[in-house]
């Protein structure tokens, strides 16, 4: 590391996946924490809390990665919520193709960076992290 780069050599970045699939959300989590602190939720209700939480504590979250079809609420609902409370940067995940009018709205908008398609390699989680991030 630089030496002028203090500030974040000593505390690593913090990644935060919303996933209702369990396998899922241990294997991306697994992937993850090999370099950045995991924060794991399952549901979009939970993810809005803890968000909230993790920001009052002065604890910022990096980055997202958001499943798009939650058991409680659609993915595209989160991130507008979290967007709205000055939120973090968020890749939003889906099995399902989406309407490409629903995918051009939230980049437009800024509410997602970016849209990744199942099934994802684990490789490209880490990649699209490290692009979002850094």
């Known amino acids: 590391m630089e030496?002028?780069?203090?500030?974040t050599s000593d505390k690593k970045k913090v990644v935060m996946i919303c996933e209702d699939e369990r396998e899922l959300l241990e294997l991306?989590?697994?992937?993850l924490a090999l370099r950045y602190d995991v924060i794991k939720v399952d549901s979009g209700y939970d993810c809005i809390n803890k968000y909230l939480e993790e920001?009052?504590?002065?604890?910022?979250?990096?980055?997202?990665?958001?499943?798009y079809k939650l058991g409680d609420m659609?993915?595209?609902?989160?991130?507008?919520?979290i967007k709205e409370?000055?939120?973090?940067k968020i890749i939003l995940i889906s099995a399902y193709n989406l309407d490409e009018a629903i995918k051009s709205?939230?980049?437009?908008?800024?509410?997602?960076e970016?849209?990744?398609q199942k099934p994802i390699k684990m490789k490209q989680i880490m990649q699209e992290a490290i692009k979002v991030i850094c």
Do not use: C, M, R
Request: glycine share 6%; charged share 25%.
């Open 74 to 81: 659609f993915g595209d609902a989160v991130a507008k919520k």
């Open 105 to 112: 709205e939230l980049i437009n908008n800024k509410y997602i």
């Open 85 to 88: 409370l000055n939120g973090i």
């Open 55 to 67: 920001k009052a504590k002065g604890s910022p979250i990096d980055l997202l990665f958001l499943d």
């Open 114 to 116: 970016k849209f990744l």
């Open 3 to 7: 030496p002028h780069d203090t500030q």
């Open 28 to 31: 991306y989590s697994k992937v």
